[in-house]
């Protein structure tokens, strides 16, 4: 069974950092890109940050200079580091994994999703 299972997120204030976990299993992890995404309420999904299974990595333009995606393939885990934490970033985010993608920002380039974990920024 393929799980994806996304940690660490949490009510935080403005400024704060925050690290990401993304726990996968059940599929060949070391042959797949991994994506993060998030959703604000009312919004739609929106890429964040991708890491390809060689290592390429691939951010939203608008997050570039505070977020960070990484690997352990050891550990079939995927973190996204958030820094300087702003009100907006306020979102469910989500973990996914793709068998090949274009650049990692589109939802439908993905096979499977996680469940999802809950960020929350207070200004």
């Known amino acids: 069974e393929v799980q994806l299972v996304e940690s660490g997120g949490g009510l935080v204030q403005a400024g704060a950092s925050l690290r990401l976990s993304c726990a996968a299993s059940?599929?060949?992890?070391?042959?797949?890109?991994i994506g993060w995404f998030r959703q604000a309420p009312g919004k739609e999904r929106e890429g964040v940050a991708c890491?390809?299974?060689?290592?390429?990595?691939y951010y939203r333009d608008s997050l570039k200079g505070r977020v960070t995606i990484s690997r352990d393939n050891a550990k079939n885990t995927v973190y996204l580091q958030m820094n300087s934490l702003k009100s907006e970033d306020t979102a469910v985010y989500y973990c996914?994994?793709?068998?090949?993608?274009?650049?990692?920002?589109?939802?439908?380039?993905?096979?499977?999703w996680g469940q999802g974990t809950q960020v929350t920024v207070s200004s």
């Open positions: 996914a994994a793709a068998s090949s993608i274009l650049y990692g920002m589109g939802t439908d380039e993905y096979d499977y």
């Open positions: 059940g599929f060949a992890f070391d042959d797949y890109a």
């Open positions: 890491i390809t299974k060689h290592g390429t990595t």
